[in-house]
């Protein structure tokens, strides 16, 4: 059974249902959901961050692999002019 939006605005089961849809979620819901303005929980949105992370990885696996080969080859670029600069 589908809840009417109302019935669950101000919860944080109304938060979550935000989420689910793509919606930012509404004042009530943060509120609801930030426990009267002790803020976010930082460690699970960082957990969340680096897991939506590794699905995009996934999911654009080509564009993903040219990135990363491009990062690394930065990483090494600069590991070598450090490593020459200071010798
Ligand atoms: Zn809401």
């Given at each position: 059974?589908?809840?009417?939006?109302?019935s669950?605005?101000?919860?944080?089961?109304?938060?979550?249902?935000?989420?689910?849809?793509?919606?930012?979620?509404?004042?009530?819901?943060?509120?609801?959901?930030?426990?009267?303005?002790?803020?976010?929980?930082?460690?699970?949105?960082?957990?969340?961050?680096?897991?939506?992370?590794?699905?995009?990885?996934?999911r654009?696996?080509?564009?993903?692999?040219?990135?990363?080969?491009?990062?690394?080859?930065?990483?090494?670029?600069?590991?070598?002019?450090?490593?020459?600069?200071?010798?």
């Open positions: 059974m589908r809840w009417p939006r109302s669950r605005c101000g919860t944080r089961d109304g938060y979550i249902a935000h989420l689910r849809k793509g919606e930012r979620p509404c004042d009530d819901c943060r509120r609801a959901y930030w426990r009267n303005g002790q803020g976010p929980d930082w460690a699970v949105l960082a957990k969340a961050y680096e897991r939506a992370l590794v699905r995009l990885s996934w654009h696996r080509e564009e993903f692999k040219a990135l990363y080969a491009d990062e690394v080859a930065d990483a090494i670029t600069a590991g070598e002019s450090e490593r020459r600069g200071g010798s």
